[in-house]
């Protein structure tokens, strides 16, 4: 079966820090890159960072730059967003995704996982 399990979300204030985790399960993990999204309450689901198969290329959206930084370890078929300056506008349940055609969504063979929720308070 194939699983992709986000974890690290929860509550923080402003100016605080996170670490989010996406542990796979099922597929050949280095064979696809690695996305985040995101989706706030009632907002669409945005895409927020990127990372490719082996560290060969990353993606940060303008919004996130400088403060997000995304990477994957393969030994551990798990790929991290740290996300740092937290701010309320980060609030949001974030996704990870596992694209099999590097940094682009296909619509049909990405795989998604349930997502994780991050709150950030003022």
């Known amino acids: 079966e194939v699983q992709l399990q986000a974890s690290g979300g929860g509550l923080v204030q402003a100016g605080g820090s996170l670490r989010l985790s996406c542990v796979a399960s099922g597929f050949t993990f280095d064979d696809y890159a690695i996305g985040w999204f995101r989706q706030a309450p009632g907002k669409e689901r945005e895409g927020v960072s990127c990372i490719g198969t082996s560290d060969d290329s990353t993606h940060i959206v303008e919004s996130v730059k400088g403060r997000f930084t995304i990477a994957r370890d393969n030994a551990k078929n798990t790929a991290y967003l740290q996300m740092n300056s937290l701010v309320p506008e980060d609030t949001a349940v974030y996704y990870c995704?596992?694209?099999?055609?590097?940094?682009?969504?296909?619509?049909?063979?990405?795989?998604w996982g349930q997502g994780t929720k991050v709150t950030v308070s003022s």
């Open positions: 995704v596992a694209m099999p055609w590097g940094c682009q969504l296909s619509g049909l063979n990405d795989y």
